[in-house]
């Protein structure tokens, strides 16, 4: 049996194939996303008509792939690109009609406890952190005895923090300091996690192109999944100074992120800093996976 995901995002809508293997764990057939950006047609806090139309056509081409491959089971979920919005149930109920489609909205509390799902597909994790740098959120998660203790969403992400203050593709140094002032001030009034942590894990687009532009700076195989606090810092110095060296490093390793990515590293970084974190795995599985975990959860009762 084979599973269709989509991942309505506000920056990116991502297609996640699965098939279920017989020892009950899925293996990741093929992905496929669409760098939508409904993150900048929203105004006032209203997704406008070419906004939904851009998510209709996203999810029109999705499913004509599925259809050539005959995946029939196909469920779609919407994070912070139909959720911070006013017009959420109008966004829901014009892209069913247009599509066919039933679209998800999912809480953020439940986006950063799919998270935690997603990474127990890969590595135990009792006791620690999970967090999503996402385009228009970000969520955490505390994990205390294998289970979910405490999750939240914070109204701020890469795409959102660069359209807020970045006035052209390439964020310059003042305006790298008024992110990193806004996410701050946005920490500053959570309550985040305070107690130290064995373990910090990152999901997500954002936690997965820090994680192979460190490898790739720091000449690691693509297969390590850990980096140190002090890796992490060194290789954010290096992005922050917006040389040509991390340019040239950006668009090798995910050159659809050159707008997001340095909003998205001083974003994490200042997460990173209020978990007191010391080391991070960034883990390949995610919200999807985690989606997908409870789809199955559902199938069985």
């Given at each position: 049996m084979n599973y269709a995901i989509v991942d309505l995002g506000s920056n990116t809508v991502r297609l996640s194939v699965?098939?279920?293997?017989?020892?009950?764990?899925?293996?990741l057939l093929f992905s496929e996303k669409e760098t939508a950006g409904l993150n900048n047609y929203i105004v006032d806090r209203v997704l406008?008509?070419?906004?939904?139309?851009?998510?209709?056509?996203?999810?029109?081409?999705?499913r004509g792939l599925l259809e050539q491959f005959g995946v029939e089971q196909m469920r779609v979920f919407a994070t912070a690109s139909l959720r911070n919005i006013q017009n959420t149930q109008q966004a829901v109920e014009e892209i069913t009609a247009a599509t066919g489609i039933q679209v998800e909205v999912i809480s953020g509390a439940?986006?950063?406890e799919l998270g935690y799902y997603g990474v127990i597909r890969d590595r135990n994790l009792e006791n620690g952190v999970v967090f999503d740098i996402g385009g228009g959120s970000a969520e955490i998660a505390r994990i205390q005895g294998g289970r979910v203790a405490s999750a939240q969403s914070i109204p701020i992400g890469c795409l959102e923090l660069f359209n807020r203050h970045v006035k052209k593709i390439w964020p310059k140094k003042q305006e790298l300091e008024d992110i990193r002032r806004d996410a701050r001030q946005t920490l500053e009034g959570l309550a985040l996690p305070e107690q130290e942590f064995p373990l910090v894990c990152g999901v997500g687009g954002t936690a997965r192109a820090v994680l192979k532009i460190t490898n790739q700076l720091l000449g690691r195989p693509d297969t390590q999944r850990t980096m140190t606090m002090e890796e992490f810092s060194g290789v954010a110095r290096c992005l922050l100074a917006r040389k040509?060296?991390?340019?040239?490093?950006?668009?090798?390793?995910?050159p659809d992120r050159i707008h997001t990515i340095l909003p998205g590293v001083v974003l994490m970084e200042c997460v990173c800093q209020a978990l007191e974190c010391q080391s991070l795995y960034?883990?390949?599985?995610g919200v999807r996976e985690g989606y997908l975990y409870r789809w199955l959860k559902e199938q069985e009762a």
């Amino acid at each position: 049996m084979n599973y269709a995901i989509v991942d309505l995002g506000s920056n990116t809508v991502r297609l996640s194939v699965y098939s279920l293997e017989p020892d009950k764990s899925c293996r990741l057939l093929f992905s496929e996303k669409e760098t939508a950006g409904l993150n900048n047609y929203i105004v006032d806090r209203v997704l406008s008509k070419p906004g939904i139309q851009r998510a209709c056509d996203a999810l029109n081409h999705f499913r004509g792939l599925l259809e050539q491959f005959g995946v029939e089971q196909m469920r779609v979920f919407a994070t912070a690109s139909l959720r911070n919005i006013q017009n959420t149930q109008q966004a829901v109920e014009e892209i069913t009609a247009a599509t066919g489609i039933q679209v998800e909205v999912i809480s953020g509390a439940l986006e950063a406890e799919l998270g935690y799902y997603g990474v127990i597909r890969d590595r135990n994790l009792e006791n620690g952190v999970v967090f999503d740098i996402g385009g228009g959120s970000a969520e955490i998660a505390r994990i205390q005895g294998g289970r979910v203790a405490s999750a939240q969403s914070i109204p701020i992400g890469c795409l959102e923090l660069f359209n807020r203050h970045v006035k052209k593709i390439w964020p310059k140094k003042q305006e790298l300091e008024d992110i990193r002032r806004d996410a701050r001030q946005t920490l500053e009034g959570l309550a985040l996690p305070e107690q130290e942590f064995p373990l910090v894990c990152g999901v997500g687009g954002t936690a997965r192109a820090v994680l192979k532009i460190t490898n790739q700076l720091l000449g690691r195989p693509d297969t390590q999944r850990t980096m140190t606090m002090e890796e992490f810092s060194g290789v954010a110095r290096c992005l922050l100074a917006r040389k040509g060296a991390a340019r040239d490093v950006i668009l090798k390793v995910c050159p659809d992120r050159i707008h997001t990515i340095l909003p998205g590293v001083v974003l994490m970084e200042c997460v990173c800093q209020a978990l007191e974190c010391q080391s991070l795995y960034i883990s390949p599985y995610g919200v999807r996976e985690g989606y997908l975990y409870r789809w199955l959860k559902e199938q069985e009762a």
